[in-house]
């Protein structure tokens, strides 16, 4: 088991890219066997509607041999191979594989990027060490994959630009650190992915190789075809290093085990699950933070990869009640953790962290109760789902119906939302009462003067003889959601001769328009 770590700015950056030649072909071709469909060997080609003819857009092994390439029209690819096997195109398809591709080379590295519609980009640095260097590194990704019936070109070099050159349009499979311009000078101008118009100008010019464009005048490339071209050219020949983006961010911290046998066992698994939990700690306690993100991953020796998320509700490295969570989560699985032929890595990332600075003891002795109640809402979100557990915050507003809203107990509140509650006067009853009716329920009223607060009201058929009434408290409408024409109210707290205390509003005001403005109960006081 060892932590991955960010890699030193001394660190040389390496790339290992994969690039899948016949894609699409093998993807259907995998999925026909899977199917248990009868063999086909004849060459295959798959179709898509461009304009208003079928062209295709992919073919096999076999038919890139017999002269069939991508942008053919199915008419002149089927005069000259009339037993052509064709299948229509599933870009989705595709990228559904793909996705699950970079699934599984991240157990390898955290950090995999999308390369366009065929191919992966791994940011092996400072990782390659732990695979028996960068050699038996390439050569396990490659058995892995190939195990998958995908056919695969893979090298490494210093920039995503320079390995995916090479392995698409050359030879090296390994370029050695500070080596990519020598290699690259030797690869096709097609290398650069120009587009069709500049390609060809480049070919009537001469200009066949990455080394005869090398030695142009860097200023006159720019001028005639963009510094766009230069910088493919110095990121090709590892000039300049693009960097990737990778399919998921990399987690603060993360450890992982590998197992020379699959593990399969039920109970192994939990174990393998604690002891990575004892090492996340260990390390959020160097750097002072705690986990709010736990997922563990399992890679399957066929590999299927499943990932467990927990959340907790503050920063947390608490390995048992984390365990807990995670205990919570596999038992609510509708679908259970299926080894298959069993796992032979599992990991332990913490996507998000953040600071925790040691307990301090809380003198007025419920810090156990907080606790507790944390704990609770933790389970109850990793049982029924974050959404399903809720908790009030407050927002900036005024107006009473929108003054409070509500989000998951789990995680901060989104942006917007993060602001005080309204403090209340010491030894003061509330201004507002806790629960609002939804919508105001209209009443009946009766007033001395006609901006003055009501003397009697009728509620739910009930006559209500008004004893007290403090107010009173005018709201104007907010116009930037409810329009200058929102009527202005004015809230009232009253209390009956039954001591019962209750919160109404008068919506209008009386201002001569002969429209005689609306009571309405918003809430009850306790």
Do not use: N
Not at 189 to 205: F, Q, T
């Amino acid at each position: 088991m060892a932590p991955h770590q960010t890699p030193g700015a001394t660190d040389p950056r390496r790339y290992l890219a994969l690039w899948f030649p016949f894609f699409s072909t093998d993807r259907l071709r995998r999925e026909r066997q899977g199917a248990s469909a009868a063999r086909d060997d004849r060459p295959l080609a798959l179709v898509q509607t461009v304009g208003s003819a079928l062209r295709l857009v992919a073919v096999d092994r076999a038919a890139l041999g017999l002269g069939l390439a991508p942008g053919l029209t199915l008419a002149d690819a089927r005069a000259r191979i009339p037993d052509l096997a064709v299948a229509d195109a599933d870009p989705a398809a595709d990228a559904r594989l793909l996705d699950r591709l970079a699934a599984l080379c991240s157990r390898w590295t955290p950090l995999v990027a999308l390369d366009g519609g065929d191919g992966l980009l791994l940011d092996i640095t400072g990782c390659a060490h732990l695979f028996g260097g960068e050699a038996a590194l390439r050569v396990a990704v490659c058995g892995r994959l190939a195990g998958l019936g995908l056919a695969l070109r893979a090298s490494i070099a210093g920039t995503p630009e320079a390995a995916r050159a090479q392995a698409q349009f050359g030879r090296a499979t390994i370029v050695p650190p500070g080596r990519d311009e020598g290699a690259g000078r030797r690869l096709p101008i097609a290398a650069l992915r120009l587009e069709a118009d500049a390609a060809v100008a480049l070919s009537r010019a001469g200009l066949k190789l990455l080394g005869d464009l090398a030695d142009r005048p860097a200023a006159a490339l720019a001028a005639r075809f963009g510094a766009g071209l230069v910088r493919r050219i110095d990121r090709v020949l590892g000039r300049e290093d693009g960097r990737i983006t990778p399919v998921r961010p990399p987690p603060a911290c993360m450890v992982e085990r590998h197992f020379p046998e699959p593990l399969m066992q039920a109970d192994g698994i939990a174990g393998v699950l604690e002891i990575l939990l004892v090492e996340v700690a260990r390390l959020l306690e160097e750097r002072g933070a705690g986990g709010r993100v736990f997922e563990a991953s399992f890679f399957r020796t066929d590999g299927a990869v499943r990932r467990l998320v927990v959340e907790t509700g503050r920063p947390s490295r608490d390995r048992a009640a984390v365990l807990r969570l995670f205990h919570e989560r596999l038992d609510g699985l509708a679908d259970p953790l299926d080894p298959g032929f069993g796992f032979d890595v599992i990991r332990l990332g913490v996507p998000v962290a953040e600071p925790l600075a040691p307990a301090a003891p809380d003198l007025d002795g419920r810090a156990v109760e907080r606790e507790a109640v944390a704990d609770l809402v933790d389970r109850l979100a990793t049982r029924l789902g974050r959404d399903r557990v809720l908790r009030f915050v407050a927002r900036d507003t005024h107006h009473p119906d929108r003054e409070a809203g509500l989000v998951p107990a789990v995680g901060g509140p989104p942006p917007g939302l993060a602001v005080a509650w309204r403090p209340a006067e010491p030894d003061e009853p509330p201004t507002r009462p806790l629960q609002l009716f939804d919508p105001p329920q209209p009443i009946e009223t009766m007033a001395e003067v006609p901006d003055g607060p009501p003397v009697r009201f009728r509620w739910r058929r009930v006559l209500h003889q008004v004893a007290r009434a403090e107010g009173p408290e005018r709201i104007a409408p907010e116009w930037w959601r409810d329009g200058m024409d929102a009527p202005t109210r004015d809230y009232y707290r009253v209390e009956d001769a039954e001591g019962r205390r209750f919160w109404v509003f008068r919506e209008g005001l009386y201002a001569g328009t002969g429209e005689r403005p609306r009571w309405f109960l918003h809430g009850l006081f306790a």
